[in-house]
């Protein structure tokens, strides 16, 4: 099994639909983080979470919510999908201790029409 | 703001041959650099990691360096192999903080048999 769990992996939906992104690790890593991906744009970080209690604003934060619901367990949310939310997204953990290597997930594939 | 820059978008080398692929940077003074490759469909994968007060890491077929004077950095893989072929990153850390992490767009590299 894949230390870094995503689901969907993929997922079409209609603009201004609610979508959560779910992502769950076996690392057993503190840091958990969230990007898109997007040709051209590379990746860039939403959301990230040093540890349960711990919630912080990336990059790209706008219209995106996250849910750090235990050390394991971290969800990305779109109250109200927009077309330009169409995109790979990764979720992706590291050692608090470590230099910051990351470790991603497979991937979800989300398409907003 | 920082800028990286990763050489053409796309790279085709012969197998054999060495392939050698660049990174620089602007507007940022990293900690290290990490290296990551991606195949189409998953997630990125951690290779390397160079600190700044070192000029050059290796791993098997795979060489780092680092120079912070002219803000680059060079990856280079030795004997490529059609497995090679995927695309690869290149990251900035800082020296704190988890929004410190700043990726490359990426190169795609295609070793021909």
């Known amino acids: ?113 | 703001s920082q800028k990286i820059e990763q050489n053409s978008e796309a790279l085709n080398i012969q197998e054999g041959k060495t392939a050698t692929l660049t990174c620089n940077y602007t507007n940022y003074s990293p900690a290290y650099l990490q290296w990551y490759r991606q195949d189409p469909g998953r997630g990125p994968v951690f290779l390397l990691l160079i600190r700044e007060n070192e000029k050059e890491k290796r791993k098997e077929r795979l060489k780092v360096t680092f120079d912070t004077t002219l803000k680059q950095s060079l990856f280079h893989i030795t004997a490529s192999q059609p497995a090679d072929s995927a695309t690869y990153l290149c990251a900035l850390v800082g020296r704190t903080g988890a929004n410190n992490l700043f990726f490359g767009t990426g190169t795609r590299l295609t070793v021909i048999p």
């Not at chain 1, 603009?15 to 990746?43: A, F, N, V």
């Not at chain 1, 999908?81 to 979720?91: E, G």
Request: a neutral charge; charged letters at 25%; proline letters at 3%.
């Open chain 1, 1 to 113: 099994d894949a230390d870094v769990t995503q689901t969907p992996r993929n997922r079409i939906t209609k603009t201004g639909k609610r979508i959560m992104l779910e992502c769950s690790q076996t690392k057993g890593h503190d840091r958990m983080y969230w990007y898109r991906q997007d040709p051209g744009l590379g990746l860039r970080l939403i959301y990230y979470s040093f540890d349960v209690k711990d919630i912080n604003k990336g990059e790209i934060s706008d219209g995106y919510s996250v849910s750090r619901q235990a050390q394991a367990k971290f969800s990305l949310s779109l109250e109200s999908a927009i077309p330009n939310q169409t995109a790979l997204y990764f979720c992706a953990t590291s050692d608090a201790g470590g230099t910051g290597e990351l470790f991603f997930g497979e991937g979800s594939r989300l398409t907003v029409l």
